[in-house]
């Protein structure tokens, strides 16, 4: 098996740079701090002793190999190809997060860090980001839109519940744009903490060290997958939002061209200014949270409003991984609505015994759409991000079950 955290793995930038987006965009009092985690973080990839801590951890305390499930029933219904779930949503804390979040916390540790920032729209991260907080001993501050409060007070109980202080942000749309602002900002006051940032998104180092991070995912995934039938899938389908859990199931497969690689991006209500969070399909390329990637903007150029009835992808802008494989046309972007991802959501329930994540139930809408225009021999594998139990009472509101 390719070790993770490899540079040799397919994909992986150099100092950050994705083609023409990554890179540093900072305040010159952040570029010091960024500049010691950059430094410490490439210590970590060349020590073995890092890589067997956090293999162990991912084994003995996430639980994983995560489980691949064939989706006969919602196969069957849907028609065309074989659909193939990786099912993050079985990870302690129940989402891809935690991987991501045991790898920088550590890296943490080793800096001698004593308190934890982080941001978070879904609440998942948060709770992975309080999870590894407890366990590792420091103090964890989660910051999060009011909105997001509101909509996903589950996983806010959760937060307190490991200890971690939930910081509301009201200004804004209130949702993970201004969280993420607000994060940096506290960085700024104070760069003794250490920003553990969720998504594969923010200067560099964090969009590489996410993927390395996440890129078991794929690891895992390509193993199980060629030895459950015997071929790499025709497709690889993952929703985006920031996009580390795509580009964890991704890296893997980014060399086997005959692979398509599908990001699903959600398409809200409709495309309209304010109503979507569709990235790649509508933006542009700009700087955002200090890096380059393509960006939803106004007409003045400001950062544009944004909405999913997913709470972990309404956020303008989009992982510079992501940027590069839409330029380089090795990554297909496709966009769900609202409306697909509650069927796609219901239709898995009520199939398969599992309930998904609305940001995962956009890749479902996805693959939904896909596996139609392809044979009954090929397959689909899907990521399942992660578990619905945050939008059970979204869901409700909407009246989805009657």
Do not use: W
């Not at 991070?213 to 690889?236: M, T």
């Amino acid at each position: 098996m390719k070790q993770f955290m490899d540079k040799n793995v397919p994909g992986f930038p150099q100092r950050g740079k994705y083609g023409e987006f990554g890179g540093s965009y900072l305040p010159e009092s952040l570029i010091p701090v960024i500049e010691e985690i950059a430094d410490v973080y490439e210590e970590c990839r060349k020590d073995t002793m890092f890589h067997a801590e956090f293999a162990d951890l991912l084994k003995n305390y996430v639980g994983r190999p995560s489980a691949l499930t064939e989706a006969k029933n919602f196969s069957k219904k849907v028609g065309g190809a074989r659909i193939f779930l990786k099912r993050e949503d079985l990870n302690h804390t129940g989402a891809h997060k935690i991987n991501n979040c045991l790898g920088q916390a550590l890296i943490a540790k080793r800096m001698g860090k004593k308190k934890l920032i982080a941001e978070t729209g879904a609440g998942m991260h948060g709770v992975a980001t309080a999870t590894v907080a407890a366990l590792m001993g420091m103090e964890c501050d989660i910051y999060m839109g009011a909105v997001d409060v509101a909509r996903q007070a589950p996983n806010v109980l959760r937060m307190r519940a490991l200890g971690a202080r939930v910081v509301v942000v009201e200004e804004g749309q209130k949702t993970l744009k201004e969280a993420v602002d607000a994060a940096l900002s506290e960085l700024i006051r104070d760069p003794s903490l250490f920003y553990l940032i969720g998504s594969a998104v923010g200067p560099h180092p964090y969009p590489t060290m996410v993927q390395d991070f996440q890129s078991i995912i794929g690891i895992e995934a390509r193993e199980q997958i060629l030895e459950r039938v015997g071929a790499l899938p025709n497709a690889v389908v993952a929703s985006v939002g920031g996009g580390s859990n795509a580009i964890g199931i991704f890296t893997a497969f980014i060399e086997d061209i005959d692979v398509r690689l599908i990001g699903v991006e959600p398409s809200g209500i409709s495309l309209e200014y304010g109503k979507h969070a569709a990235t790649l399909t509508i933006g542009k390329p700009g700087v955002l949270h200090g890096y380059r990637s393509y960006v939803l903007t106004d007409a003045d150029g400001e950062a544009a409003e944004v909405y999913s009835i997913a709470s972990g992808l309404d956020y303008p802008s989009v992982g510079p991984a992501h940027a590069m494989l839409k330029d380089s046309g090795r990554g297909e972007y496709i966009h769900a609505n609202d409306q697909e991802a509650l069927e796609a959501f219901k239709l898995m329930c009520h199939t398969e015994g599992i309930i998904p994540a609305l940001e995962s139930a956009h890749a479902l809408a996805g693959a939904i759409r896909v596996a139609k225009t392809l044979p009954a021999e090929n397959v689909l594998l899907v990521n399942l991000s992660g578990r619905g139990d945050k939008d059970m009472e979204t869901i409700d509101k909407l009246g989805v079950f009657g």
